[in-house]
């Protein structure tokens, strides 16, 4: 019993030390950050770390208590971790504030609110590649092949697209105001029109049953790889099959890419095990993601058809049908991206999306230029270009020729 309160008092004084301890090196962290040269040298080389979290800590308190008004807190934190990403100097690398990141969510899943265009990057904005039926650009009269150069008064060159995107898009129930250039007769003409912003379904997969030649070819058009994306292209090749179909369009056209294990799904359908896309980062390592066995469609003539805005997972899937020789590949070089974003969300509601490797084709080809920069992505097999002055698809039709002969 004795010896038991000698414990007792023994282990109590210990948590009394370390009580006072840990206070006075809050203190001293306090006064570190905020005072650094009244700390004694013995501590102060420990506390404060001014190339690191510190030193970002002492001029966010600065900014916020002495500023001759108030910043805000949260618009502090979103400048700092905007102004530490900008700084990567990488295209492909963005902070999503909590309102972005919402959106961006939305967007996975195949919604969002906002005016209903697919858009793809320009140098005087961005381009309009798809306008979705009954959306409200449609409404507005905006159409396919136009160049958003303004929304909401703020130009728009300069802007990655999604930078660009993110003026266009917005709260539902409001509006945004537009000017377009629209190419007629040869010339660029300023077009202004406002649109309401509005919830809209993204209809990612598009099908449809040509005859060409005398065969008769499924065509499946993919908007993005977003959840679900592989599980309707694989039920569009499925009822065209069931209709008749036994050679295959497949068409990336404008497709910015997406989810990587959506890519891995989609190329699935036609693959028989085997490499699809391999990742390599410093901080993952090496990731192979490979295809199911047993595939619904491992011998149909396939096409895949590309354009210069088919990027990403797009590369992915078309690089992967390419090396291992099962498919066709028509259209135009594709964009040449070579690296790979992680999404990881942060405390604030906010998240970062971030660039966090590259990515590999079977045969370990890197579409990308050197770091982040742009390559000159993959190379189609057979040339095929679509004339925006036309109302005809030459880039479909010859991606119909190449599968029915």
């Given amino acids: 019993m004795h010896f038991g309160s000698r414990v007792l008092r023994g ?4 948590l009394v030390l370390l009580v006072v301890v840990g206070a006075i090196f809050s203190a001293g962290a306090y006064v570190g ?3 650094p040269e009244r700390l004694p040298s013995v501590l102060r080389d420990r506390i404060v770390d001014r190339d690191g979290a ?3 800590n002492e001029a966010f308190g600065l900014l916020r208590d002495d500023y001759y008004r108030d910043p805000g807190k949260a618009e502090l934190v979103d400048d700092a971790i905007g102004g530490m990403v900008q700084g990567l100097d990488d295209r492909f690398s963005q902070y999503l504030n909590p309102t972005d990141f919402r959106r961006f969510q939305q967007s996975q899943d195949n919604r969002f609110d ?3 265009v697919v858009v793809s990057e320009d140098p005087k904005g961005l381009r309009v590649n798809t306008v979705y039926p009954g959306s409200p650009a449609k409404e ?3 159409r396919e092949g136009d160049r958003i150069v303004e929304a909401g008064g703020k130009r728009l060159a300069g802007l990655t697209a999604d930078q660009a995107s993110n003026s266009v898009r917005g709260p539902a129930g409001t509006k945004v105001a537009l000017v377009l250039l629209r190419r007629e007769g040869g010339k660029d003409r300023r077009v202004s029109v406002t649109s309401e912003r509005r919830p809209v379904e993204v209809p990612i997969v598009d099908s449809a049953l040509r005859t060409e030649g005398g065969q008769k070819v499924g065509v499946v058009r993919l908007a993005q790889f977003t959840n679900g994306a592989a599980q309707q292209v694989g039920r569009a090749f499925v009822r065209l099959k069931a209709r008749g179909a036994e050679r295959f369009v497949l068409d990336l056209r404008s497709n910015p890419g997406g989810l990587v294990n959506e890519a891995q799904g989609v190329a699935s359908l036609f693959l028989d095990g085997g490499t699809v896309v391999t990742l390599r980062g410093r901080t993952i390592g090496e990731q192979r993601y490979t295809a199911t066995d047993d595939p619904p469609f491992p011998r149909q003539k396939l096409v895949v058809l590309v354009d210069r805005g088919s990027a990403s997972a797009s590369e992915i899937v078309t690089g992967a049908l390419q090396d291992r020789d099962r498919a066709t590949i028509v259209g135009t070089h594709t964009f040449g991206k070579g690296v790979f974003q ?3 969300p942060l405390a604030s509601g906010g998240a970062l999306d971030i660039t966090a490797g590259q990515y590999f084709t079977p045969k370990d080809r890197n579409l ?3 770091g982040t920069a742009r390559g000159k992505g993959l190379a189609p097999d057979v040339r095929a270009e679509d004339d925006p002055k036309t109302p005809a698809d030459e880039a479909l039709a010859r991606a119909l020729r190449v599968a029915a002969g």
């Fill in 11 to 14: 282990v109590l004084g210990a």
């Fill in 33 to 35: 950050a905020r005072e």
């Fill in 54 to 56: 510190a030193a970002i």
């Fill in 114 to 116: 906002g005016i209903g």
């Fill in 140 to 142: 507005a009269g905006v």
């Fill in 342 to 344: 992680r999404v990881e």
């Fill in 368 to 370: 990308g230029g050197r």
